[in-house]
């Protein structure tokens, strides 16, 4: 079974589209989180989950936070994207 992808982004935002298109291209499901949508309160434990990671995407593998697109497309690069992904 797939670790569960959790992408936090906003409408039009060119890194969010970058990552979700490399995640869809490698043919992972992920659950896509608009950043208008989240209430205060969760923005406030978002950010400490993120060590107030400020910009979207905000992107999660697991409860893993991984960072945003740039750190998604390193992963992938080094060829370590596949292990987070399956657990």
Do not use: H, W
């Not at 499901?29 to 989240?38: A, G, K, L, R």
């Not at 923005?43 to 936070?65: E, S």
Request: proline share 5%.
């Amino acid at each position: 079974m797939k670790t569960p992808v959790t992408i936090y982004t906003t409408p039009f935002c060119p890194y969010c589209i970058r990552a979700k298109r490399l995640l869809s291209n490698k043919g992972v499901d992920f659950t896509e989180i608009s950043i208008y949508d989240v209430s205060g309160e969760d923005r406030k434990a978002l950010a400490q989950k993120t060590n107030n990671y400020r910009t979207v995407p905000q992107i999660f593998i697991g409860d893993r936070f991984i960072g945003g697109s740039d750190e998604l497309a390193k992963l992938e690069r080094e060829n370590q994207l596949e292990a987070l992904l399956n657990g």
